[in-house]
């Protein structure tokens, strides 16, 4: 999760921010793993504005990203200034 945190980090930081471009190859986490990681953070309060496709038999989350709606918590600033 801390990869997450650490790459919306870095986008925030670029002159032209573009948080669609952080996914699962920039971060380095396998997709499931980013998915899972990245809907965590939000349930855990570290992230607003995760955008979901769901879908299958029981509308299940197919994919996440972020986007200029996604935005990091207090509890996320908190965290990055542990990690960075």
Known sequence: ???????????????????????????????????????QLEKDGYLLGVKKATGGQDNKVLTVWFDSNTSVTRKGASRLTEIL
Do not use: H, P, V
């Open 1 to 39: 999760m801390d990869q997450i945190l650490r790459a919306i980090y870095e986008e925030f930081n670029k002159d032209t921010a573009n948080l669609s471009n952080i996914n699962s190859a920039t971060t380095e986490l396998e997709g499931r793993i980013f998915k899972e990681a990245a809907l």
